[in-house]
């Protein structure tokens, strides 16, 4: 498996630009993870879907953030509009219940954004 | 206060040193225990997975938990370079359910 693949690895744009992050979870995983890492406040989880089905959107730190997750092999992370505190680390993860270490979520390599 | 401390180090340790990593929880509700790797500029990588009390090894690697003191641990032996990495706790209640991360101990293994 290819494992969950993250587009695009960095990404650059200027204040006020719209910016879209990219996620493809592992085939046959049910839940899906954005999170935001950056030195200041670690690891933070933004949203997660389980089956497609937004479950739980309290870490979207506000309305410019919005995510979907169309289908099972595809979410999308969408910034409208950017500001410079947005630049972070953005990493998607997946994970599949009835597994012998069930909940254990497999992370993507991340997209680097700054926001000038 | 926050669900999961974890001291942030960094920590340097000498090649071969016995490593301690620790972090502290307050919600009794959560039954499953991780701790995950994070080389830089990589995303976060299971390294182990423990459900409920007790111990688990796994080569150089021992986890331990003691719900009792809402206290986790992650021992690494014989230290080598190449686990220069952050050590992040994550803790959840149920499998089903969002992980709680510590904010990482900055680990360096000195040659």
């Known amino acids: 498996d290819a494992g969950v693949i993250q587009s695009p690895r960095h990404e650059v744009t200027e204040m006020g630009q719209e910016v879209t992050l990219r996620c493809k979870p592992i085939?046959?995983?049910?839940?899906l993870f954005w999170y935001r890492q950056t030195m200041m406040r670690g690891l933070e989880l933004l949203i997660y879907?389980?089956?497609?089905?937004?479950?739980?959107d309290s870490g979207m730190p506000e309305d410019r953030f919005s995510a979907k997750m169309p289908n099972a092999s595809f979410s999308t992370l969408k910034i409208q509009p950017s500001e410079p505190r947005d630049s972070a680390v953005y990493f998607c993860?997946?994970?599949?219940?009835?597994?012998?270490?069930?909940?254990?979520?497999?992370f993507g390599p991340g997209t680097r954004l700054t926001v000038l | 206060q926050k669900e999961v401390e974890q001291d942030p180090g960094p920590l340097s340790v000498p090649e071969g040193a016995i490593v301690s990593l620790n972090c502290t929880y307050s919600n009794s509700a959560f039954q499953y225990f991780m701790w995950y790797r994070q080389y830089s500029r990589k995303g976060p990588e299971l390294l182990m997975y423990?459900?409920?009390?007790g111990n688990k090894e796994d080569g150089r690697f021992t986890a331990q938990v003691d719900k009792s003191s809402k206290y986790i641990s992650l021992f690494i032996r014989d230290s080598q370079p190449s686990d220069s990495a952050t050590y992040l706790c994550?803790?959840?209640?149920?499998?089903?359910?969002?992980?709680?991360f510590g904010t990482g101990t900055r680990l360096a293994v000195r040659p």
């Open positions: 993860a997946s994970s599949q219940l009835g597994t012998s270490e069930p909940g254990t979520q497999y």
């Open positions: 085939s046959g995983h049910d839940y």
């Open positions: 423990t459900y409920s009390s």
């Open positions: 879907f389980n089956n497609n089905v937004p479950i739980d």
């Open positions: 994550a803790l959840s209640r149920s499998s089903g359910d969002k992980l709680t």
